[in-house]
């Protein structure tokens, strides 16, 4: 499994608990609920956004596969 695999699936539960923790915050701290939740949106939004841009970046810099590695129809191929 690639590291960029992890990061984007722990990507979603980090991603909620940004909205969580933002929307809670902006309850306690006065803000209406409507702005709370738009807050809460876009922290998931970034959150996410951020993530997947760095999976992305760990896949164009991890190492790239052999030919060995590669599933061709030639080499699946019954001899």
């Known amino acids: ?10 990507a979603l539960a980090v991603g909620v608990t940004a909205f969580g923790l933002t929307g809670a ?3 306690r701290a006065g803000v209406e609920p409507l702005y709370a ?5 876009a922290a998931f939004v970034a959150v996410v956004w951020v993530a ?3 999976a992305n970046a760990l896949d164009v810099l991890g190492p790239v596969a052999d ?3 590669a599933i061709s129809p ?6």
């Open 1 to 10: 499994m690639k590291i960029s695999d992890l990061v984007s699936g722990a």
């Open 25 to 27: 915050l902006s309850l």
């Open 37 to 41: 939740v738009a807050r809460g949106i």
């Open 52 to 54: 997947r841009a760095a």
């Open 67 to 69: 030919e060995q590695d």
């Open 74 to 79: 030639e080499r699946d191929r019954p001899a």
